[in-house]
């Protein structure tokens, strides 16, 4: 038996932050939210941009636009991601 959900809950359930998301998959970036937003821009995030985790742990290694980023989980908790 399969379950349908509605967009709203869809779309709820699939935010998640970067630090949160699973390593090895792509993801769009969705927000930006806390304190360190404009450092995060600097680096290249916004809004719509694919990310790929390619590691877990304090530090965490992903590719933005085909450079590599080591971020640490203070800056991943302030991206929230969906599946792309």
């Known amino acids: 038996m399969k379950f349908f959900r509605s967009k709203q809950q869809a779309s709820a359930c699939d ?7 699973r390593p090895g998959r792509l993801f769009r970036v ?5 304190t360190c937003c404009s450092r995060l821009r600097q680096m290249g995030f916004c809004e719509a941009m694919e990310v790929r ?11 933005l636009c085909g450079t590599k980023l080591a971020l640490n ?3 991943a908790d302030q991206i929230l991601v969906t599946p792309a």
């Open 73 to 75: 989980r203070k800056l």
């Open 53 to 63: 985790k390619l590691s877990d742990g304090q530090n965490m290694l992903c590719t």
């Open 15 to 21: 935010k998640m932050t970067l630090s949160q998301a």
């Open 30 to 34: 969705k927000a930006l939210e806390g």
